[in-house]
């Protein structure tokens, strides 16, 4: 029986299949390119390999490819009648997944994982900021994910894919002397982890380590292939620690050349989200940013995202309306918030709406209610700081100095904030 790196029965009789299968999984771990034609060597080898057709299907949906990503799946179904018990409830899971049974699909994965602990995909949907954890949109998920890791890390020990997976709950709860050695093994393991050098520059960013991270990252990411999926979020990282070093210049250069909102490469969910972050931030740094810029990201919020469904996304694309001036599309998300975070969403929205008409008070008011735990919004702490830095700017905005940077002491007392809202 073929198995895959970690254990798991591959279900084909093919050797050449399952060695393409198994490249397809690692450089799929590692976020490098050639995942896709790894796997297509593989089913042209074994049609019926219905494993084949599961990473195939999570592939192309973490790309937002749906189209591809239904119909690969579909394909799975087709092929994997009669699969054993194991490969059977894997092909489950992710079908539940892509077909919108994401609460049916996260259960039967936490069940999965108790017995087969060792199986990566499934355990990487659960793992991460935007994994069903971190979108879950429940009081606490950081520490849930942290605890997913931490049960989980028996069954991998040393593996370094797994290694980046423990360091970055373990970052997100500030517990970054014990994070850092975890990702320091993770890399020593696999240096080009796309995934592995993202969660190294947020223990950078974490640690207010800006000259360090900026080094670090912009020469990791001399050879790292503009396919590959890490490629804009970790170039967004070098946007922020440019804007936060004072080269502005730089900070533009990265968002014209791997922040474009023409960037097919890019998840649309990490350009958007990305991109409007980095002009928001930019801005609250006292840094001009044009009205095209921001027009030109609520076009894309407007056709990538046109209805509200998942939080994090749409206060993104408030924030984007908002400085763009789009009335119609902000209130869209204003008065049809959806999912589990969807309370969140309107004053985020609101205090977007009232930053940009500068009315400091009251995006005070919109924004203080959101602060208690906008973990449940998904994505990092770095990501989120634009929220505790809305309220930091609105403070300074009304003569509050003061109490900007007690707050600033109490949220973020580790981070590198020297030029993070001007006047601070």
Same mark, same amino acid.
């Given at each position: 029986m073929h198995k895959d790196p970690y254990g798991n029965p591959l279900h084909t009789q093919s050797a050449?299949?399952?060695? %393409?299968?198994?490249?397809?999984?690692?450089?799929?771990?590692?976020?490098?390119?050639?995942?896709?034609?790894?796997? =297509?060597?593989?089913? #042209?080898?074994?049609?019926?390999?219905?494993?084949?057709?599961?990473?195939?299907?999570?592939?192309?949906?973490?790309? +937002?490819?749906? =189209?591809?990503?239904?119909? &690969?799946?579909?394909? #799975?179904?087709?092929? $994997?009648?009669?699969?054993?018990?194991?490969?059977? /409830?894997?092909?489950?899971?992710? =079908?539940?997944?892509l077909s919108g049974r994401v609460a049916k699909g996260y259960k039967a994965a936490r069940a999965y994982l108790l017995d087969y602990p060792r199986d990566p995909l499934v355990a990487? &949907?659960?793992?991460?900021?935007?994994?069903?954890?971190g979108f &879950?949109?429940?009081?606490?998920?950081?520490?849930?994910?942290?605890?997913?890791?931490?049960?989980?890390?028996? /069954?991998?020990?040393?593996?370094g894919w797994f290694l980046g997976q423990l360091a970055f709950a373990r970052i997100e709860v500030g517990q970054l002397n014990e994070a850092e050695p975890v990702i320091e093994a993770a890399m020593a393991q696999r240096p080009r982890s796309g995934h592995g050098a993202h969660v190294r520059a947020h223990l950078f960013y974490e640690a207010g380590q800006t000259r360090a991270g900026r080094d670090y990252l912009s020469g990791w990411m001399a050879d790292y292939d503009r396919s590959g999926l890490m490629h804009g979020h970790n170039a967004w990282h070098i946007a922020l620690w440019s804007l936060a070093a $004072?080269?502005?210049?730089?900070?533009?250069?990265? %968002?014209?050349?791997?922040?474009? @909102?023409?960037? =097919?490469?890019? @998840? @649309?969910?990490?350009?958007?989200?990305?991109?409007?972050?980095l002009l928001w931030r930019a801005e609250m740094a006292g840094v001009a940013v044009c009205p095209e810029r921001w027009a030109q990201v609520s076009d894309y919020a407007a056709r990538c995202f046109p209805d509200p469904a998942l939080?994090? +996304?749409?206060? *993104?694309?408030?924030?984007? *309306?908002?400085?763009?001036?789009?009335? +119609?599309?902000? *209130?869209?998300?204003?008065? $049809?918030?959806?999912?589990? +975070?969807?309370?969140?969403?309107?004053?985020?929205?609101?205090?977007?709406?009232?930053?940009?008409?500068?009315?400091?008070? $009251?995006?005070?008011?919109?924004?203080?209610?959101?602060?208690?735990? *906008?973990?449940r919004l998904g994505g990092s702490r770095a990501q989120r700081d634009m929220l505790d830095y809305t309220l930091l700017t609105a403070l300074i905005r009304q003569g509050k100095g003061a109490e900007a940077q007690r707050l600033l002491a109490l949220r973020r007392p580790l981070t590198d904030t020297g030029r993070a809202v001007a006047g601070l």
């Open positions: 050449q299949a399952a060695d %393409a299968y198994n490249e397809a999984l690692v450089l799929y771990l590692d976020a490098l390119p050639g995942a896709e034609a790894a796997l =297509d060597r593989a089913l #042209a080898a074994d049609p019926g390999f219905a494993l084949a057709w599961v990473l195939k299907a999570r592939n192309a949906q973490v790309f +937002a490819r749906m =189209d591809e990503a239904l119909a &690969s799946i579909e394909r #799975a179904r087709a092929t $994997g009648q009669g699969l054993p018990a194991q490969a059977a /409830a894997h092909l489950a899971i992710f =079908d539940n997944l990487q &949907s659960c793992l991460g900021v935007f994994s069903l954890i &879950s949109g429940a009081p606490g998920r950081e520490a849930e994910h942290l605890a997913m890791a931490e049960q989980l890390a028996p /069954a991998y020990g040393q593996d $004072g080269d502005v210049e730089g900070m533009w250069a990265v %968002a014209d050349r791997d922040l474009a @909102p023409a960037r =097919d490469e890019v @998840p @649309p969910l990490n350009l958007m989200t990305d991109l409007a972050a939080g994090f +996304a749409d206060i *993104h694309a408030a924030l984007a *309306h908002a400085m763009a001036g789009r009335e +119609a599309p902000l *209130h869209r998300i204003i008065e $049809g918030a959806k999912g589990p +975070a969807a309370d969140l969403v309107a004053p985020c929205a609101r205090a977007f709406h009232a930053m940009a008409v500068q009315d400091w008070a $009251g995006a005070e008011a919109a924004i203080v209610p959101v602060l208690y735990d *906008h973990a």
